[in-house]
């Protein structure tokens, strides 16, 4: 038991983030009277707020990796999605293969970027900053101003397909194909955490109560298996809903798992006692903003395909979005501690934030105003509850 | 009650699951050096956080009485108010303001809220010439040693009319000279009527300027000495700190030297900052396996650049020699490769480079060697555990867990973790930098300890500090560094304090007379 209150204790701030989540559902369920929680909406609440689920991601690497954040992602947003526009609207160009060369561009702006912060040592803000001007100034000047679209069908799908239902049942108002990989996901989450207590109880470590973790298996499970339910209700799994997922799981698995992902954190924790471990800070360095401009190239993509158009001023304010996902979902400002788990917590409270208050009909300036104040609040509560410790 | 300046009377304080202070007793005389020692955890730096008002009137019971008055502090600047003046082991100094500058901070020489600048410099270069730091008041804080910004910091005491100084671990990072003439400062000041309370782990200093020592142990005041009624020796003291008799302060090992195992020739390196400075001037020494060599040196005298520029060149610009590992050249040139090559540094800051504060136990022991618990980049967690638990056993980290983060461990348990992390490399070769600065003398013993045990598994050490006298208790060999040059080589038989002191001030001697 001194270990669960140990785990717990060590992520206060994630539990009590999911708990606010909770909290904040269940508000806007009552005061929107249950329409934030019909299947459409759920459908919705994933699809508008993808491109922040992706970034987030991203930025999560970089903030860890020495509380650096990225300006400049809102901008490329915008600079990819005109890039596979003329591509493949102008030039008519394969939809695959544009997507391709979109996602290469967004490596190659990430190499311009990272380059300049890790060797040239010149601080990501700054270098951001500049990239948030560029990018969105040649995203002007390549759109000359104007809007091109629409994309081709298959573009579209991107975020607005669903995983068709190769199993539909007629008479049933179920996509049976998502109740199917829900289970499947859930079966693999529970093989692989029952295989991992049989071998720490191999390896002579301590598990918890069995009681505890038939509880949290079954927790998990159910949830899987709802939100699956839940999707199939409206349309089935959503094509970008399961790149997110793919993306969430990649990435937990190496920042937590894998060596390089442990140096990330490392570095963030104390950048000198890393670089006299021998870890090569600055290609990690560069490797944050690398990741982060394939994953910006990923979330422009995804953000044109649902506009079905490129357009001058795609993804503004999306950096501050990223950002403020990941500070509430508990990284911290000064590096080495932050989840992609977090992240997305903290950007779900985001989504439900902006969606609740849209379906209840407050203006966009009081939007504002409480999402600084959530922000705010989140991590004041962080530090407080650090200080306390 | 007119021969007692301040008197706190049974005081505790908690923390969340700790009693940190038990009803806890000092007295200190008017015009007194008082000295308290303690191991590291002991309660001293709590008792004087008490003190001085950085934990409030409340958050602990028992009562200060100051000057005959009881006191309520709420916070630091209620203490500094009547004159009690704390100097932390970390300097509170604004690295980019000026010396002036930093001794009137908060308390500005200025009419309405303008700055008489011509004031402040004149009253720094007075207090400055009072502290004998001779800088002009205009320098910036950076630019001067440690030892000068302690003196700084005395200036600023002084500058507020202090009546109580309270010194924690002063010459923790000065090396010999400054040490004295601190001491010397301190005696000085006596005369002068100003009491102060002095924590300190260098025994012989404590000896050589206090007149009254308390100890504490595990939070509880244990006795007070007085000098001139009681034994205050080293050992007497020791005894009272831990409990118990330390018949020998250095572990006994058998020896067993091999052969020449690293050699280092002609190596030169060049300060980073100052490309004219040259730190490591032409340096050649040899490592036998299974020996403990000492690099004795004082502050500055270039034997953490010499050791950092070996280990990957991590300092030091203009690189040049030649490193021979059993005879044959080693490439040393990046961290990756001196660990491969069975060479290890564990920093002399374990703070700022040699610990993530915010990771735990178990990631700070592996960083340096992760792919050795992983399989195809991916960590074996189960692996990692079993080691890190292996080394919290084997070095007798105390901690709840492996998981503990290493900020919250003890300066002694911080360094078991640094040293864990580069025993977990297999070197060689490991170089220790002040592997027991600030660290209690319990601590100290089981890190000579591991550093036996390490030599008799047939690796080498070399062993860098300050204090001479442990060097000369741990080293089987020692070199004498001063100035950029190994200026000396002593067995272990011939070699005596005196022996290296004249060492290092004749080769200083010699440079200076040679340049006139």
Redesign the interface.
């Known amino acids: 038991m ?2 669960v209150k ?1 785990i717990f204790r ?1 992520n206060l701030k994630q539990y009590a983030m999911l708990i606010a989540l909770v909290v904040i559902m269940g508000f806007f369920q009552f005061t929107t009277g249950g329409i934030l929680l019909v299947p459409m909406n759920v459908t919705n609440l994933v699809l508008q707020n993808a491109y922040v689920f992706i970034l987030a991601i991203g930025m999560t690497l970089c903030i860890v990796a020495g509380g650096n954040i990225d300006l400049s992602v809102g901008s490329l947003v915008a600079f990819i999605g005109a890039f596979s526009g003329i591509l493949i609207v102008d030039y008519k160009m394969n939809t695959g293969l544009g997507i391709v060369l979109a996602l290469v561009a967004g490596l190659v702006v990430g190499i311009w970027q990272g380059y300049w912060i890790a060797f040239v040592r010149i601080p990501a803000f700054i270098v951001t900053l500049a990239g948030m001007l560029i990018f969105r100034g040649l995203t002007i000047f390549m759109l000359k101003g104007l809007t091109i679209g629409p994309f081709p069908d298959a573009f579209q799908k991107i975020s607005s397909g669903f995983m068709p239902d190769f199993l539909h049942m007629p008479g049933l108002n179920l996509n049976i194909a998502a109740i199917v990989a829900g289970a499947i996901v859930a079966l693999l989450y529970a093989i692989a955490v029952i295989s991992r207590r049989v ?2 109880r191999r ?1 002579g ?1 301590e598990n918890s109560t069995f009681p505890l973790f038939l509880a949290q298996v079954i927790a998990v499970c159910f949830t899987i298996l709802l939100i699956a339910f839940w999707l199939s209700k409206y349309k089935g799994l959503p094509i970008i809903f399961i790149i997110i997922g793919v993306l969430v799981y990649a990435y937990t698995f190496f920042t937590t ?4 992902g ?2 990330f ?2 570095m963030g ?2 950048e ?9 800070t600055n290609r990690i360095l560069f490797a944050a903003y690398v990741n982060m401009g394939v994953l910006s190239a990923i979330a422009g993509v995804a953000f044109a395909s649902r506009l079905n158009a490129a357009t001058p001023t795609a993804g503004q304010g999306f950096e501050l979005d990223a950002i403020a996902a990941c500070f509430i979902g508990g990284a ?1 400002a000064y590096g ?2 932050g989840t992609v788990i977090g992240g997305i917590i903290g950007a779900l409270v985001m989504g439900v934030l902006n969606n609740g208050m849209s379906i209840m009909g407050v203006g966009s300036d009081v939007q504002q105003i409480v999402k600084g104040l959530v922000l705010l609040a989140a991590v004041a509560f962080d530090v407080v509850s650090k200080k306390r410790a | 009650m007119d021969g007692t300046i301040l008197e706190m009377r049974n005081i505790t304080k908690s923390f969340p699951g700790v009693k940190a202070l038990d009803n806890v007793n000092l007295s200190i005389r008017r015009g007194e050096i008082h000295a308290l020692v303690g191991e590291n955890g002991a309660g001293k730096s709590t008792l004087m956080n008490v003190l001085s008002g950085t934990y409030p009137h409340g958050s602990y019971t028992g009562q200060i009485v100051f000057e005959g008055k009881e006191c309520a502090f709420r916070e630091i600047a209620d203490s500094e108010r009547i004159g009690i003046v704390i100097i932390h082991q970390e300097l509170a100094l604004i690295p980019y303001l000026s010396i002036g500058e930093n001794i009137f901070l908060r308390n500005e020489r200025a009419r309405n809220m303008v700055i008489d600048w011509d004031r402040t410099y004149k009253e720094a270069a007075a207090l400055l010439e009072l502290v004998g730091l001779r800088q002009n008041a205009q320098t910036p804080i950076k630019d001067i040693g440690v030892g000068q910004q302690q003196l700084v910091e005395i200036a600023k005491a002084l500058s507020r009319n202090v009546r109580l100084l309270i010194l924690d671990e002063p010459t923790a990072s000065l090396n010999e000279d400054d040490s004295e003439h601190l001491l010397k400062l301190l005696l000085d000041l006596k005369s002068k009527g100003i009491t102060s309370i002095l924590i300190s782990h260098k025994l012989h200093e404590i000896e050589e300027v206090a007149d009254t020592i308390t100890i504490l142990r595990d939070g509880s005041t244990i006795e007070t000495l007085v000098k001139g009624e009681d034994d205050i020796g080293e050992n007497r003291i020791i005894k009272g700190m831990v409990g118990r008799e330390l018949v020998d302060r250095f572990p006994p090992r058998e020896r067993a030297i091999g052969s020449v195992t690293f050699e280092v020739r002609n190596w030169c390196a060049y300060s980073p900052i100052n490309p004219n400075h040259q730190v490591a001037k032409d340096i050649n020494f040899k490592v036998h396996k299974g020996e403990v060599v000492g690099l004795a040196g004082l502050m500055g005298a270039g034997r953490t650049e010499l050791a950092m520029s070996i ?2 060149r ?1 300092y030091g610009d203009r690189i040049s020699g030649t490193v021979l590992k059993d005879g044959e050249t080693a490439d040393l040139s ?3 490769r ?2 491969d090559c069975g060479v290890s ?1 564990a ?1 002399e800051d374990r703070k ?8 735990d136990i178990k ?1 700070n022991i592996t ?2 060697d ?2 050795k618990v ?1 399989r195809h ?3 074996d ?2 692996h990692e ?2 080691v890190a638990e292996g080394y919290r056993e084997r070095l007798n980290i105390r901690s ?2 492996i ?1 503990q983060k290493t900020g919250n461990l003890s300066g002694g348990n911080q360094q078991k973790v640094v040293l864990s ?1 580069w025993i977990f490399t297999e070197p060689d070769l490991l170089i220790l930098d002040e592997p027991t600065r600030g660290i209690d003398v319990g601590a100290k013993f089981e890190i000579y300890s591991i550093i036996n045990q390490l030599v008799k598994e047939g690796k080498s050490v070399i062993f860098i500090s300050s204090e001479l006298e442990e060097i000369l208790g741990m080293s089987d060999r020692i070199y004498v560094m001063n100035e950029g040059r190994i200026v000396g080589e002593f067995a272990r038989e011939e070699a005596t304090q005196e022996g290296i002191m004249t060492c290092i001030m004749k080769s200083s001697g010699e440079r200076g007379n040679g340049k006139r």
């Not at chain 1, 798992?257 to 390089?260: K, L, M, N, S, Y």
């Not at chain 1, 000198?272 to 090569?280: M, P, Q």
Request: aromatic share 10%; glycine share 10%.
């Open positions: 001194e270990s140990f060590n071998m720490r390896n470590f798992r894998t060596v390089p442990r140096y954190y490392a924790g104390n000198k006692a890393a670089r006299l471990s021998g870890i090569n911290s080495g501690i | 280990f990957g991590s990046t961290v990756r001196a660990v540094y920093t700022t480079a040699g610990l993530n504060l915010i990771g990631e960083i340096a992760l792919k992983s980049w991916v960590i967690r189960d555990a079993k709840p867990s998981l992390k």
